[in-house]
């Protein structure tokens, strides 16, 4: 890609070409994983629900003790510059990811050799969604795994803040990975109980009412907060309570929501099958339809237009 044609990206107070974006190797985001991020998308070139994720961001914040020197406003503002001059670099029916990123920076001790890294390391970066790779997704349902790695417990770490030490998730996939290329690890809590995956949150549908896992094992994804809006607006009666392995294999419906996702159904569980083979299920179908009424755009469409593509 020519300099001409590069995304560019917010980088400690400058907007630059992402290739200009070099953190130094002490970063303690690097050397420790001490940092936080959040990350919206676009919706048919346009940004969604940017102030609940930057609310978000600033819990997470909050939850480090990192000042990333910002208000929640000036997050907004850059993270709406960088969007709109990424833009053009995709075509109308491709959209975004869109993060904050915020590490603590590099100890005192560190500062010597980078001089003008004094403060934390503030980034907002752009990368388009991988809509033709999930594709088939929309059409055959995902396979969940729960792999032998459990999620960290609320009483080490809580899974409510969004950092970027991520290790315990990623261990989780490459197990997963190694027997389903194509699956979706999502962990189980310390109790045995369904949790989250990577960047998702789960739920079941029995008798009409949708089960998800309490938010204290979890973190409250924003596309999960959506769901918890689109059914009460719908009067689907929606419960967090801790849902084991019998609850998953017995279930009518699956599905996961994510930023990236927004709401995909779930084909199986460890190799069962969910309900009767059909996805998605009604109740999964009318949050799906409902989700595109919110956003106005046929984000479901705009996946499925890949499978062939």
């Known amino acids: 890609m020519s300099l001409a044609n590069q995304r560019v990206a917010y980088f400690n107070g400058k907007i630059v070409p992402e290739s200009e974006v070099l953190i130094p190797f002490r970063d303690r985001g690097v050397k420790y994983g001490d940092a936080v991020f959040d990350t919206t998308r676009t919706f048919g070139h346009r940004l969604f629900k940017v102030e609940e994720h930057i609310d978000r961001l600033f819990r997470s914040l909050r939850y480090l003790r990192i ?82 790695v459990r999620r960290t417990a609320p009483d080490m770490i809580s899974p409510r803040a969004k950092t970027h030490n991520y290790l315990n998730m990623v261990v989780a996939d490459l197990e997963v990975a190694a027997q389903n290329p194509s699956a979706l690890a999502v962990l189980l809590d310390t109790n045995g109980n369904l949790a989250e995956g990577k960047g998702s949150n789960i739920f079941i549908v029995r008798e009409g009412v949708i089960y998800t896992p309490v938010e204290r094992y979890v973190l409250p994804g924003i596309s999960r907060e959506t769901v918890f809006e689109l059914a009460k607006k719908m009067a689907i009666p929606l419960v967090e309570k801790e849902i084991d392995l019998y609850d998953a294999y017995t279930a009518e419906e699956c599905f996961i929501s994510s930023t990236s996702f927004c709401v995909c159904p779930v084909a199986s569980v460890n190799g069962a099958r969910i309900g009767d083979g059909k996805v998605p299920g009604p109740v999964t179908h009318k949050i799906m339809r409902a989700y595109v009424d919110l956003v106005g755009f046929d984000w479901v469409q705009q996946y499925l237009d890949r499978i062939d593509a």
Request: aromatic share 6%; net charge negative.
């Open 67 to 148: 000042d990333p020197g910002l208000s929640p406003g000036e997050f907004a503002r850059i993270t709406e510059e960088i969007t709109e001059r990424n833009l053009p670099l995709i075509a109308k029916d491709e959209d975004y990811w869109v993060t904050q990123r915020v590490t603590r920076g590099l100890d005192p001790s560190d500062r010597a050799a980078w001089p003008d890294n004094t403060g934390p390391t503030v980034i907002v970066e752009s990368l388009p969604l991988p809509l033709k790779a999930r594709a088939k997704l929309y059409r055959d349902g995902i396979d969940v795994v729960t792999p032998s």
